[in-house]
T-cell receptor, first 113, second 113 residues
Framework: DTGVSQDPRHKITKRGQNVTFRCDPI?????LYWYRQTLGQGPEFLTY????????KSRLLSDRFSAERPKGSFSTLEIQRTEQGDSAMYLC???????????FGPGTRLLVL | AQSVTQLDSQVPVFEEAPVELRCNYS??????LFWYVQYPNQGLQLLLK??????LVESINGFEAEFNKSQTSFHLRKPSVHISDTAEYFC???????????FGEGTQLTVNP
């Protein structure tokens, strides 16, 4: 069990650019979650996959955000036309079943200049 | 909307003193409750959880939390803190009708020598 991994750990980009983050869950976990955490706040739910199906999306996930989990293993989160307000820590978590514990990765810290 | 409230944003204490971090949630329907800890520039680590059974749950490093359904609370306690307990602590809830975690805004625990 190598834990949840995320890549990259840090990303600096200019406003208007597109960015993509990757999350590799714990290998046997079929549920995968994305959260966003801004400075001084708790994480906020963005979206959730069961295997390759995206089952729930938050209203926080605007049209500029898209997430995929094509083979039910790793997932990607893409932000198009980044804005300064997108600067945050993006956290990925995985779990085996409901209501099993969600295990979090180290996060990707995004800074939009 | 369902919500989680952590009543104290910052809690400074001296080493070896007892501490209580407070957490209340909005709905009294069936819930699953978690405490996560976050060290600087890291992801979230599970501290303890309540899924069912005994309302008092304990972690391996001396923390405990008690589920109080009538008061919709899940306060975290430790009888004697160490410098190494300095971190941000997040209370999180999942309601059985959904899979997402809803987090409080966090409590920064600072243990001073």
């Amino acid at each position: 069990d190598t834990g949840v991994s995320q890549d990259p750990r840090h990303k600096i980009t200019k406003r208007g650019q597109n960015v993509t983050f990757r999350c590799d869950p714990i290998s046997e976990h079929n549920r995968l979650y994305w959260y966003r955490q801004t400075l001084g706040q708790g994480p906020e739910f963005l979206t959730y996959f069961q295997n390759e199906a995206q089952l729930e999306k938050s209203r926080l996930l605007s049209d500029r955000f898209s997430a995929e989990r094509p083979k039910g293993s790793f997932s990607t989160l893409e932000i198009q036309r980044t804005e300064q307000g997108d600067s945050a820590m993006y956290l990925c978590a995985s779990s085996l079943r409901l209501p099993e514990t969600q295990y979090f990765g180290p996060g990707t810290r995004l800074l939009v200049l | 909307a369902q919500s989680v409230t952590q009543l104290d944003s910052q809690v400074p204490v001296f080493e070896e003193a007892p501490v209580e971090l407070r957490c209340n949630y909005s709905s009294s329907v069936s819930v699953y409750l978690f405490w996560y800890v976050q060290y600087p520039n890291q992801g979230l680590q599970l501290l303890l959880k309540y899924l069912s059974g005994s309302t008092l749950v304990e972690s391996i490093n001396g923390f405990e939390a008690e589920f109080n359904k009538s008061q919709t609370s899940f306060h975290l306690r430790k009888p004697s803190v160490h410098i190494s307990d300095t971190a941000e602590y997040f209370c999180a809830v999942t309601w059985t009708s959904g899979s997402r975690l809803t987090f409080g805004e966090g409590t920064q625990l600072t243990v001073n020598p």
